[in-house]
Structure formats: C-alpha cells, structure tokens
C-alpha cells in the first residue's frame, strides 16, 4: 500500500468525536481505499453519503406505514434497511474527509458540501422516525408532537447560533472584540459545546469517556448506531416471538432520546448565551 494511503494519513488530527475516532474511522478507512481505487473525489463520497442519508428519511415514513398496515415482515425490513442507510452515510461521511487527507484534495468547498447534507438531514433524522413509529402505532398525537419539537432539539440551535454569529463577526472584521489571542478565539469557540472537544481529551478518564459517549449517542454521533441496534432488537424479538407492541425498543429509545434533547435545549441555549455574553465585556 503506497505510503499517503495509509491509516495514520486518514486521521483527523482535531477529531472531536470519540465515537468517530476510537470505531467509525477505523471502519471508514477501508471504504476511502475503495473509493480511491475505483477513482472516485472525496466529494462523490460526501454525494453519495449525503444520500444515504436522505434516502432513509422517506423510507422510515414508509416502513411505519407498512407496519401500521399489518405488513409487518415488509416494515421491519424497511426499518432495517433504513438502519443500514443511517451507517453507510455516517461512514462514508468519515470516509469522504479521509480520502480528502490522503490524497491531498481537501478543500473548503469539500467542507462546504459535507455540511450542507449535514443540516439537510440532522434536524430531519429524529422527525422521519418518530413519523414512522406514529404509522406503526396507528396514530398517537403525542407521537407526533415530540417528532415535531425535536426539530430544534437535534438542530443544535445554540451551538448554530453561535457559530453563525462568530462567522458574521469574522466576516465583517470585527472578530477582534471577542478575543485578544488566537487561543481565546479558539477557546470561544470549542466553548460553543462540550462535543467540540479534542476526542483525546474525553477519553482521558473514564468519567469523562462514559459521560462523552452518552453525549454522543443522546446528541447525534452516535444516534445512528443506536437507533440502528433499537431496531435490531426489534426485529429479533419479532422473529422470538415476542414482538406484541409495534416496535417497542424502537419506540423507547425514540421518547427518551427525544424528551431528554428537548428538556435540555432551553439550558443549552442559557449556557451558550451566556458564553458568548463574555465577549461583549471586551
């Protein structure tokens, strides 16, 4: 294997997922070797992980209205397939940045093109399934409702908000006001949430590693595994015949992953505006 297209070249040296830096990137590696090999761009990787993810958001809409329809064999396996698509997009989303690395391409349009899909998809992931799980149980306004509140949730707005005021400060030249030195600026920002910090860090001890992976799987990082092993689970005890309620794991994870994010958007948004309040005493 030619030097540039090894392992330790694919690395994100700023990595800020644990999740990512400890699994998925050992696991995307060898999907940005094939890509490389078939002589695909970093961003016909993003494009077609983009997609994936895109994909799945009709299909989990689609699995709930078989299921709710009696068609339960044929829901759950659009309800696997949607897990399946979930992965392939957050590992070719890996992958895409790991081409990039190794073969000297990246760019900010590539940066550009992977958080466009990011900001399609992110606040749409947890919506589509909590459709899907309304059609499964034939109904359930409550359903609905927390599908359609964590919108914001999983949105991340503080952190967004953020960002988007820090860009328009840069851009305008009056980033100076926030910071004296470089290193404020950059702690300003990693301050915009705790999952912006350096994935070494978190996994310095093991209250700070258990406290990060619970982050990420409530959060996003990691939500596409679990929601996947959720409806794994639920195609198992289907098959033990055991699967009285429709998607009963599925549906537990959906309410506590969605109420817990919801619960806490008022005191994230208090947190991060008191954060960036500092700057202003400047």
Not at 98 to 120: E, K, P, Q, W
Not at 162 to 185: I, P, Q, W
Request: charged share 15%; hydrophobic share 50%; net charge positive.
């Amino acid at each position: 294997m030619p030097e540039k297209l090894k392992y330790k070249n694919a690395v994100k040296k700023d990595e800020c997922a644990l999740i990512t830096e400890l699994v998925g990137r050992r696991l995307a590696h060898p999907l940005a070797l094939i890509a490389h090999k078939l002589g695909m761009s970093a961003n016909a990787v993003t494009i077609i992980a983009g997609l994936c993810w895109i994909g799945s958001l009709p299909l989990a809409v689609f699995a709930g209205s078989l299921y709710g329809a009696g068609l339960v064999r044929a829901g759950l396996a659009a309800w696997f397939c949607c897990g399946f698509l979930w992965n392939a997009g957050y590992l070719l989303d890996i992958a895409d940045g790991s081409l990039a690395r190794m073969t000297g391409t990246a760019s900010r349009r590539g940066f550009y093109l992977d958080y466009v899909f990011h900001l399609l998809f992110k606040p749409a992931f947890l919506l589509s399934i909590g459709i899907g799980l309304y059609l499964c149980h034939g109904g359930g306004t409550w359903w609905l409702v927390i599908a359609v509140l964590s919108v914001p949730a999983n949105w991340s707005a503080s952190s967004s908000a953020v960002e988007h005021v820090l860009c328009e400060e840069y851009g305008k030249g009056r980033l100076t006001s926030f910071a004296a030195t470089v290193g404020e600026k950059r702690a300003l920002w990693l301050g915009v949430t705790d999952m912006n910090d350096p994935a070494g860090r978190k996994a310095s001890s093991s209250a700070r590693f258990v406290k990060a992976v619970c982050a990420e799987v409530l959060s996003y990082y990691g939500q596409f595994t679990f929601f996947s092993f959720a409806v794994l689970a639920d195609i198992l005890l289907w098959l033990g015949g055991m699967g009285g309620a429709p998607m009963p794991v599925t549906s537990v994870s959906f309410f506590a992953v969605a109420v817990f994010m919801i619960a806490r958007t008022p005191f994230r948004v208090a947190r991060e505006y008191g954060r960036i309040a500092k700057s202003d005493g400047r």
